[in-house]
């Protein structure tokens, strides 16, 4: 297995190769764009790095910190952000936080998302549009995931939190602001009534996120993830349980192609 050094250094040379048989004509930059698009990987023994995935997908490998030890996701971390200026890791351990912030000043750590976040792009701009609301109270730590993945793609993100509908009267109020977004993530548990009565009251999409809160009939998210699939109200995407990532991406990538017309 090659060290660090030598599959970056692997990786610019095959980089400069391209590069130069564009510049003699021997490559047009059609050809050289799919070359471009398998950029190679590095092995790491226990993970295998997609360096890569920004050029492909618009955004760089995220790291799912659940089930890895703290030094694995420091070193995966290290490793990414050699090639990305940007760095998310979702399912952070309080003790891998401590050792990625520790070891990068620009690290933030976000303990409710449970998320740590590197931003080194300079960009400022960040795109309006995505609205995140939930339920409940006990619903903010997945609608955190959801906002901080969407921060971190270049979103500015407005956040309603505990309007569900049990108190139907807390969601009307906030229909003027909702009625402004351009996409809408709904995060809930219980029976996830909500996202089917905001798809119902606007005209953006609504992306549903079905939470595990609920007591023992809710069987830990199935019970809302059944109602948001079965939702008669149209617009309405549902993904997985818990899966306030899954919603943030999903968010960003459409907000990234209405602002910019479809253009990559």
């Given at each position: ?80 952000l ?11 351990t ?6 990625v ?6 690290a ?52 309603y ?12 109020a ?15 548990g ?19 996120v ?55």
């Amino acid at each position: 297995m090659p060290e660090p050094a030598e599959a970056s250094n692997a990786n610019l040379s095959w980089l400069r190769s391209i590069l130069e048989r564009v510049r003699s004509g021997e490559l047009s930059v059609a050809d050289a764009t799919i070359e471009l698009s398998h950029l190679p990987y590095e092995e790491l023994g226990f993970a295998t790095l997609d360096h890569h995935r920004n050029l492909r997908l618009g955004f760089p490998e995220v790291i799912f910190g659940q089930g890895k030890t703290p030094q694995q996701v420091f070193e995966i971390a290290r490793r990414l952000l050699s090639s990305s200026a940007k760095l998310l890791i979702t399912r952070i351990t309080p003790e891998a936080a401590t050792l990625v912030t520790g070891a990068f000043a620009d690290a933030v750590y976000n303990p409710v998302a449970r998320t740590v976040t590197v931003d080194r792009s300079g960009d400022t701009s960040d795109l309006p549009g995505i609205t995140v609301i939930t339920g409940g109270t006990a619903d903010i730590p997945i609608a955190e995931e959801a906002a901080v993945t969407a921060s971190i793609m270049g979103n500015h993100v407005e956040k309603y939190f505990d309007i569900g509908v049990a108190g139907l009267h807390r969601t009307i109020a906030r229909l003027p602001q909702l009625r402004q977004a351009s996409i809408i993530i709904v995060v809930a548990g219980m029976e996830g009534a909500l996202a089917s009565v905001i798809g119902g009251l606007v005209a953006c999409p609504v992306i549903a996120v079905p939470t595990s809160i609920g007591y023992g009939a809710g069987f830990n998210g199935l019970a809302p993830l059944l109602t948001m699939l079965n939702s008669c109200a149209p617009g309405v995407a549902v993904v997985n349980i818990d899966n306030g990532f899954g919603a943030g991406y999903l968010a960003g990538i459409i907000n990234r192609q209405r602002i910019s017309g479809g253009e990559a």
